[in-house]
């Protein structure tokens, strides 16, 4: 069982700053990309930022050069620190990580299962 706990969401006023955290726990051998999303109600996700295994970042252009998006291997963790932050930042902020789980072995090596977990959900409002 993969579990992943987002924390950091809150309050902000405009041009401040939020960093959330979400950590991967549980049965994990392997963690590909990690990624934020956000969604207001009536739309569909977005996606905010990824990151790639080896520290490769991109983003979608309304917070290119405000947000930015780091990782910690060894502690199967994602960062988002959010900066400059503006009323239309606001949304629930979701972590998702494509995470791969052994279920066996092949004569060569590990059976592994690549699945996409999501975190639960932190709200981030911005707002005078």
């Known amino acids: 069982q993969v579990q992943l706990v987002e924390s950091g969401g809150g309050l902000a006023q405009p041009g401040g700053s939020l960093r959330l955290s979400c950590v991967g726990s549980?049965?994990?051998?392997?963690?590909?990309?990690m990624a934020w999303f956000r969604q207001v109600p009536g739309k569909q996700r977005e996606l905010v930022a990824s990151?790639?295994?080896?520290?490769?970042?991109n983003y979608v252009d309304s917070v290119k050069g405000r947000f930015t998006i780091s990782r910690d291997n060894e502690k199967d963790k994602v960062d988002l620190q959010m900066n400059s932050l503006k009323p239309e930042d606001t949304a629930v902020y979701y972590c998702?990580?494509?995470?791969?789980?052994?279920?066996?072995?092949?004569?060569?090596?590990?059976?592994?299962?690549?699945?996409?977990?999501w975190g639960q959900g932190t709200q981030v409002t911005v707002s005078a």
């Open positions: 998702k990580f494509h995470i791969a789980e052994q279920h066996g072995r092949h004569s060569d090596g590990p059976a592994l299962r690549w699945s996409d977990y």
């Open positions: 549980g049965s994990i051998f392997d963690i590909d990309d």
């Open positions: 990151i790639s295994r080896h520290g490769i970042a």
